[in-house]
């Protein structure tokens, strides 16, 4: 168990539809991390948050938002969706940012259909 | 920005050594990771490497040339267990790049 948590488990959907995943990172961690993984695919790093702040930004589509709340957890928020957006999304945290090994939550399986 | 490869996919036997490579090229080398990922779970932390050099845990072992923009890891003793994808990870200006990993399978 590597501290962090995701909800929910699964999550099935239809075209069009908005989805929120939720994160809380490791009792400590300041800098959340989203990912997201389809089928035989590596890990696309999507945003990166420290204490509330967008710090860094990967491969993440205007349909897709996050944020990150003083409590520290995190939310991304996946809208109009299609069926290439099915995929694992796997949340992660680390103490601080920058380069500092990140702790990965167990993962959000998204099913758009 | 930052480039990564390493083999697609990797067969060795159980109680046997295998070395999974990975070359990077980077701006602003802050360290490289591994990790390991068995199939629909979350990627484990393994080892980092920041100076050149071996690091040894246990059954596991990474290895760093900055100068080669290489790494690799080296798993001793195969279990069946080891059966996962292992995925390099190069530390940048403030962000972390996963590659996209090698699939390894222990055959008894």
């Known amino acids: 168990d590597s501290g962090v948590t995701q909800t929910p488990k699964h999550l099935i959907t239809a075209t069009g539809q908005r989805v929120t995943l939720r994160c809380s990172p490791r009792?400590?961690?300041?800098?959340v991390y989203w990912y997201q993984q389809s089928l035989d695919q590596g890990l696309q790093f999507l945003i990166q948050?420290?204490?509330?702040?967008?710090?860094a930004k990967g491969n993440i589509l205007e349909r897709f938002s996050a944020q990150q709340f003083p409590d520290l957890h995190s939310e991304l928020n996946l809208s109009s969706l299609e069926l290439g957006d099915s995929a694992l999304y796997f949340c992660?945290?680390?103490?601080?940012?920058?380069?500092?090994?990140?702790?990965f939550g167990p993962g959000t399986r998204l099913t758009v259909t | 920005g930052q480039n990564i490869d390493q083999p697609t996919e990797m067969t060795a036997t159980e109680g046997a050594i295998v070395q999974i490579n990975c070359t990077y090229q980077t701006s602003g080398f802050n360290g490289l990771f591994w990790y390991q990922q068995h199939a629909g779970e979350a990627p484990t932390f393994l080892s980092y490497?920041?100076?050149?050099g071996l690091e040894e845990k246990g059954r596991f072992s990474s290895f760093l040339s900055r100068s080669k923009g290489y790494s690799y890891l080296l798993l001793k003793e195969l279990q069946m267990k080891d059966s996962a994808s292992y995925l390099c990870?190069?530390?940048?200006?403030?962000?972390?790049?996963f590659g996209i990993g090698t699939k390894l399978q222990v055959i008894p």
């Open positions: 990870a190069v530390g940048g200006y403030q962000k972390v790049t």
């Open positions: 009792s400590g961690d300041l800098s």
């Open positions: 948050y420290y204490n509330g702040e967008e710090r």
């Open positions: 992660a945290s680390s103490v601080e940012w920058g380069t500092y090994e990140q702790y």
């Open positions: 490497n920041v100076l050149d």
